[in-house]
């Protein structure tokens, strides 16, 4: 039975090793799984929608199709600097294609399994679950994100109203 539940883990486990789109916010280094990226475009006009909450920046209208906007650094708790390489990553989110706006794109890099680690627990209050773990790569400590989870449920929400209200 033991040799079973080792198993099970280790299918869970594997799971995060692939490849990586990463990108800066405050000068750290995070990535998001490379299958959750459709494309990476340029800072356009984001039309702000209102009553929405802060880090929904507005929406795009993207080759026809309104898609809502995140900013990661207000979500995130970051000041935001104006940086001038800023751009919009495409993702899908739980079955919402939207844009999260990053400092800049990095790189894709392939992360084995051996070079991640859990996130580490900080205690009571600090949410770390949208983190797939911290990986090793080119020297460097990166936070992998689980973009499925950066965002609550009711604040996916948030993106469909913006979304609809757009349209």
């Given at each position: 039975?033991?040799?079973?539940?080792?198993?099970?883990?280790?299918?869970?486990?594997?799971?995060?090793?692939?490849?990586?789109?990463?990108?800066?916010?405050?000068?750290?280094?995070?990535?998001?799984?490379?299958?959750?990226?459709?494309?990476?475009?340029?800072?356009?006009?984001?039309?702000?929608?209102?009553?929405?909450p802060e880090f929904v920046r507005g929406v795009i209208n993207l080759r026809g199709k309104v898609i809502p906007i995140t900013?990661?650094?207000?979500?995130?708790?970051?000041?935001?600097?104006?940086?001038?390489?800023?751009?919009?990553?495409?993702?899908?989110?739980?079955?919402?294609?939207?844009?999260?706006?990053?400092?800049?794109?990095?790189?894709?890099?392939?992360?084995?399994?051996?070079?991640?680690?859990?996130?580490?627990?900080?205690?009571?209050?600090?949410?770390?679950?949208?983190?797939?773990?911290?990986?090793?790569?080119?020297?460097?400590?990166?936070?992998?994100?689980?973009?499925?989870?950066?965002?609550?449920?009711?604040?996916?929400?948030?993106?469909?109203?913006?979304?609809?209200?757009?349209?």
């Amino acid at each position: 039975m033991s040799t079973h539940t080792e198993s099970v883990s280790t299918v869970a486990t594997q799971s995060r090793a692939g490849k990586y789109l990463t990108f800066f916010l405050a000068g750290e280094e995070y990535g998001l799984e490379i299958l959750k990226v459709s494309e990476i475009i340029g800072m356009q006009p984001i039309t702000r929608v209102p009553r929405m909450p802060e880090f929904v920046r507005g929406v795009i209208n993207l080759r026809g199709k309104v898609i809502p906007i995140t900013d990661l650094r207000s979500k995130f708790g970051m000041e935001y600097d104006g940086s001038e390489d800023s751009c919009i990553i495409v993702v899908q989110m739980r079955g919402i294609q939207t844009g999260i706006v990053v400092d800049r794109v990095s790189e894709v890099v392939a992360i084995a399994e051996a070079d991640i680690e859990d996130a580490p627990s900080f205690g009571a209050g600090i949410r770390t679950e949208f983190l797939l773990g911290i990986g090793k790569a080119g020297g460097r400590v990166k936070l992998l994100l689980d973009i499925d989870k950066v965002l609550a449920s009711s604040e996916i929400a948030a993106l469909e109203a913006a979304q609809s209200h757009a349209a």
